[in-house]
């Protein structure tokens, strides 16, 4: 059985950095990108990040200048750093694993994600 499993998350400051991690098992996912995504209360599940398996790698256009996404290939896990943390980064972030595509309909498998907050 595939899980995917995040952790990090919390309530941080607003300029305040954060690193997320996923950790992904249940089968071999060398030939998926994995990726993250976030979704705000009351909007839709939004592109964030995504690595491949040949490390190539896709940013959001709202994250590119403060995040960076990495992959430790023999674990099958990949992590999130996102720095000068803002209100609007508040979401639910979800790692998945999938397709290299900057849609969630591009990804099969799912974490349940980790919320963050940013507030003072």
């Known amino acids: 059985q595939v899980r995917m499993v995040e952790s990090g998350g919390g309530l941080v400051q607003p300029g305040d950095s954060l690193r997320l991690s996923c950790a992904a098992s249940g089968r071999t996912f060398s030939n998926y990108a994995l990726g993250w995504f976030r979704q705000a209360p009351g909007k839709e599940r939004e592109f964030v990040a995504t690595i491949h398996y040949d490390g190539q790698i896709s940013y959001a256009n709202s994250v590119k200048d403060r995040c960076t996404i990495s992959r430790d290939y023999a674990r099958d896990t990949i992590q999130l750093q996102i720095g000068g943390l803002k209100p609007e980064d508040t979401a639910i972030y979800y790692c998945?694993?999938?397709?290299?595509?900057?849609?969630?309909?591009?990804?099969?498998?799912w974490g349940q994600g980790t919320q963050v907050t940013v507030s003072s």
């Open positions: 998945a694993a999938g397709n290299f595509a900057t849609t969630a309909s591009g990804y099969k498998y």
